[in-house]
């Protein structure tokens, strides 16, 4: 009899008609993106807002909602001293989206040999004045070297 009255209960619940699966909204320039998250052995997908520009790869696990964050695509160059190995200089869009502070917001991130420090717009592009300059000040410099000399090859 318990069976009977189950049974009359799923038959009226097939007659309901499947309704489409909300979606969140998603402002314009960003994409939801699944991300792994949780320890291991309990992990759960969320899906979160990633802005187009980032190139995070978000299948990897993360133990908090907390870690996520976005980068973009980075731009290298290398200072090479006389000696030794090159110093990375990397320019590239960061943000980490659960943060209360400034960077919670996209900014921009410099990366002087591992020591990252973060720019917020107008500071971005003050920061790109003064390279524009100095990067004249270096071709003015250059201009005023005599010229090279030709490598001689090494006779065997």
Not at 30 to 43: D, F, K, Q, S
Not at 72 to 94: A, K
Request: proline share 8%; charged share 20%; hydrophobic share 40%.
């Amino acid at each position: 009899m318990a069976n009977h009255a189950i049974a009359q209960h799923v038959a009226a619940l097939c007659g309901i008609p499947s309704q489409p699966t909300a979606r969140p909204a998603v402002k314009p320039g960003y994409r939801l993106v699944p991300v792994a998250v949780g320890r291991e052995g309990n992990v759960q997908t969320a899906y979160l807002p990633c802005p187009s520009w980032c190139v995070t790869d978000h299948s990897e696990r993360v133990s908090f909602i907390e870690d996520v964050n976005h980068e973009g695509e980075r731009c290298t160059m290398s200072l090479s001293p006389s000696r030794g190995e090159g110093v990375p200089v990397e320019v590239y869009l960061s943000q980490w989206p659960a943060a209360r502070d400034e960077h919670g917001q996209p900014c921009l991130a410099v990366d002087l040999d591992y020591e990252v420090a973060t720019y917020g717009r107008t500071a971005a592009l003050a920061m790109a004045d003064q390279l524009v300059a100095f990067a004249a000040d270096v071709r003015r410099l250059a201009q005023t070297l005599p010229e090279d000399r030709p490598v001689r090859e090494e006779q065997a």
